[in-house]
């Protein structure tokens, strides 16, 4: 099984990416990251590019001592030179090198024939190769390279003591069965490249940076370049942690695996999330928070069942301690029991029927429900109490410059409905006003309580209320999310508990 080299270059392309800044100390967090994570190469920084980069590029160089640590260098004498002395402590320095080799960016950007290209490239790979034993050559823009002038570049590079050799698609513009042609035409058009490292460095694009990327190894690529969490400059770079985990996932096809400890994965993700300021989707592979979250009731009872219905790696794995269930409208009776057994409740069937069907009602008015929610349902009915009233319907208008009032209907035992409009000082009186108007009986409210209990916007409300009528006083509990819903809620279980009394 061949082992894929992973070169990290967060600290180069990723911190290239508008609003991924980070200062010294945290790259230096960062890096040292990466080393637990056991990456194989860490890009530093391109060490001529400022007096910052410079001291990043040392700084790391200095501290970090299991990986190869390297700098970028433009084709240029002062560059490579820069690079060198901010390597120079480094346990294994690296310097890499870079020239483009399409038409485009030699006509354009370089003004450069081919010939001077590859003339370039010759001068500034030897003088490299005259200070470390490291050295790699980047093809900039190789994917969009006139092939055969691309395996000249790739020749004058190994020749002139490249060890490593990388083809980007830097513009993010080819198809992964581009790259996979791009490999296999060097490894059959260039001699001695089997002897070196095949690198590749994809960007997204077009959302294709991590298929490129795996169609290069396919084809025989040893070294991928990707950054943590996929930043980089426009749509970002080829994401380590997916790189990493489809080709562990994957290894028995691919006959290839990498040195990374995968447990690290989730770790170095959210440090980096932390330190730029730019949070993960929910729905990104590996690490996002849906990664390993099931909320469809088939899937979850297929989880429950034999995880790997639905799971093709384990949370372990990248360094979570375990799947979620997360309980929504989409979720089915064997979660939900799942979930109320957690959290101590055993219902019989027929009290679990009554709890599934409250909480899917639940789901439907909010987004997320929560372990709170739930424990909210079960608690409340628990205390079972005999419904000579319900509420049906209501609607209460309040504001600074009205009266409130409220028109509320209720349905008693017989299934008839009753309706009263009443007035109150704000909405909630004017709603216990109506409901005593139909219930008859003369009530006192001794206290009123409202607390949430869930998170979020649509958050749970619970309403707990005293009210005394006579000598009798008894706690009537509401919930919702909606808490005018949630106080008549109470006041009407408080009623309902008076007059089974
Ligand atoms: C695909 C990539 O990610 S490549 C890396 C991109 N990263 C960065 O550019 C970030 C860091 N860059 C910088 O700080 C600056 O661009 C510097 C310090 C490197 C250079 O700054 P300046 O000297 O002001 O040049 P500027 O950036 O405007 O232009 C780039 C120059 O380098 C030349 N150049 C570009 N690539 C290369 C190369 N690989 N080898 C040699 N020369 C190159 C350009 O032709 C241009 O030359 P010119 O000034 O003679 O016209
Ligand atoms: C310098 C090279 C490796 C690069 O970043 C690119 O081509 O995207």
């Not at 490291?134 to 395996?151: K, Q, W, Y």
């Not at 409300?461 to 808490?483: A, C, N, Y």
């Amino acid at each position: 099984m061949k082992t894929i080299k992973i070169f990290d270059t967060t600290l180069r392309d990723g911190e290239q990416s508008p609003g991924c800044s980070m200062n010294l100390s945290e790259k230096i967090e960062v890096a040292r990251q990466l080393e637990l994570l056991k990456v194989d190469i860490i890009e530093a920084g391109f060490a001529v590019s400022s007096p910052g980069d410079f001291e990043s590029v040392q700084t790391i160089a200095k501290t970090i001592k299991d990986c190869t640590v390297a700098s970028l260098s433009r084709a240029v004498k002062k560059d490579i030179d820069a690079s060198y002395e901010a390597l120079s402590q480094a346990a294994a320095p690296r310097i890499h090198v870079f020239l483009a080799t399409s038409p485009l960016h030699m006509q354009y950007k370089l003004k450069m024939t081919e010939e001077q290209v590859l003339e370039h490239i010759r001068e500034s790979v030897s003088y490299a190769r005259s200070l470390v034993p490291d050295v790699e050559f980047s093809a900039e823009d190789a994917s969009r390279s006139d092939m055969a002038f691309l395996a000249k570049a790739v020749k004058t590079a190994i020749g002139a003591g490249a060890k490593t050799i990388n083809l980007p698609d830097t513009v993010g513009y080819v198809l992964p069965q581009e790259m996979y042609d791009m490999i296999t035409y060097m490894k059959q058009n260039v001699e001695g490249v089997d002897e070196i490292d095949l690198a590749v460095h994809c960007h997204n694009d077009l959302g294709m940076a991590v298929a490129n990327s795996l169609a290069s190894v396919s084809a025989g690529a040893t070294q991928v370049e990707c950054t943590v969490n996929g930043i980089g400059e426009r749509a970002g770079n080829a994401s380590l942690e997916e790189i990493v985990m489809a080709i562990h996932t994957r290894r028995a096809l691919l006959d290839a695996d990498t040195n990374i400890n995968t447990k690290q994965l989730y770790r170095t993700s959210r440090l980096l999330s932390k330190i730029i300021g730019v949070s993960i989707p929910p729905n990104k592979a590996i690490v996002g928070a849906n990664a390993f979250a099931h909320e469809s009731g088939i899937h979850q009872h297929g989880v429950l069942a034999k995880r790997e219905t639905y799971e093709i790696m384990t949370p372990e794995s990248v360094g979570l301690t375990t799947n979620k269930m997360v309980l929504g409208k989409h979720s089915g009776r064997h979660a939900f029991d799942d979930f109320l057994k957690e959290l101590g409740y055993n219902l019989t069937p027929e009290e679990l029927d009554t709890a599934f069907g409250q909480f899917k009602e639940l789901c439907d008015k909010k987004k997320e429900v929560t372990e709170y929610d739930v424990e909210a349902l079960v608690a409340q009915k628990a205390a079972k109490v005999v419904e000579h009233f319900r509420l049906k319907q209501f609607v209460v208008n309040s504001g600074n410059t009205i009266q409130a009032t409220a028109n509320i209907t209720l349905e008693d035992m017989s299934g008839a409905s009753q309706e009263q409009v009443a007035l109150g000082d704000g909405p909630i009186d004017a709603a216990y006003q109506a409901i005593e108007k139909i219930v008859q009986m003369p009530l006192v409210l001794n206290n009123y309580k409202i607390n949430a209990v869930s998170h979020g916007e649509d958050a749970l409300g619970e309403v707990v209320v005293k009210v005394s009528s006579g000598s009798r006083t008894v706690t009537g509990r509401g919930l919702s999310t909606d808490i005018i819903e949630a106080s008549m809620l109470a006041y009407i279980n408080a009623v309902n508990k008076l007059l089974g009394a």
